[in-house]
């Protein structure tokens, strides 16, 4: 995965002009400036970044973290370094104790505006369990289960707060592309802002424009996870406009900027 430095201080909390000068000063990540201009960090940049917040936290001065390099600062043990909340989410997901890992999620939701859940500690979630499964302390089997179930999770908080009211906004993802969970976020998103609006997943675009046509929907939102050719994006954008009622097509997530 590619990260935007902003992307990169939102997941870890460091502010991105700190990665910088750090960037500058020690040259430990590897930014690849795109055809857009901007750079971009690899989960490596990110899996490095979170282990010098670990030693920071731990009393470590950045200048000697430094002198570790690169190499060191990927490949330190991720286990020992997980805080106790984390090991605790990490446990439940290895054990398949979905039903305690909702009871914390519940927590969660009941102490922060949903709009901050959905945001902001789902997101670190998702990294945490991805993060985990690069560091193969996750199984592929466990971090599969875990995104079933945290899709199930999710689809459940949203639609209880649907409206009675026809669907103007349709929901899916991108073409070719079946991760769901960004969609969903975004669903949930228009669901706390009482937007009508319907999530139908990932479906191949005859389907997606099928719904359309027998539908009079305004907007439809394209999540996009992996990158895709600009020439790919424009055309699937075109047909949708011309073929149905649709007024507006929204693009967006972490592939959509990468395809940028």
Do not use: C
């Not at 570790?68 to 286990?79: A, I, K, P, Y």
């Not at 999530?199 to 992996?226: C, D, H, Q």
Request: cysteine-free; hydrophobic content about 35%.
């Amino acid at each position: 995965m590619k990260y935007l430095v902003g992307e990169l201080g939102e997941l870890t909390g460091i502010r991105p002009p700190t990665i910088r000068k750090w960037q500058e000063r020690f040259g430990v990540f590897t930014p690849i400036k795109g055809e857009n201009g901007y750079h971009y960090y690899t989960s490596e940049d990110y899996m490095i970044l979170l282990n010098i917040k670990h030693l920071l936290e731990n009393g470590k001065k950045i200048r000697d973290i430094m002198k570790l390099g690169r190499e060191e600062l990927f490949h330190l043990n991720f286990q020992s370094q997980f805080s106790d909340s984390e090991k605790k989410v990490l446990n439940l997901i290895e054990i398949g104790r979905f039903e305690k890992l909702e009871e914390q999620l519940d927590e969660a939701n009941h102490q922060m505006t949903f709009l901050d859940f959905i945001h902001k500690y789902i997101p670190n979630i998702l990294h945490l369990v991805g993060y985990a499964w690069e560091k193969r302390v996750l199984s592929v089997a466990e971090e599969h289960s875990f995104t079933k179930w945290l899709h199930s999770y999710l689809y459940q908080k949203s639609v209880k707060k649907i409206r009675l009211e026809k669907p103007i906004w349709l929901v899916t993802v991108f073409p070719d592309d079946q991760h769901e969970i960004g969609a969903l976020l975004h669903f949930a998103d228009l669901m706390y802002k009482k937007i009508p609006a319907k999530y139908v997943g990932a479906l191949p675009l005859e389907f997606i424009m099928e719904e359309l046509k027998e539908n009079s929907y305004r907007t439809v939102s394209l999540s996009m996870t992996l990158k895709q050719k600009k020439s790919k994006i424009e055309k699937v954008k075109e047909q949708i406009l011309k073929n149905t009622s649709v007024k507006k097509v929204l693009l967006g997530g972490r592939g959509y900027r990468l395809s940028k």
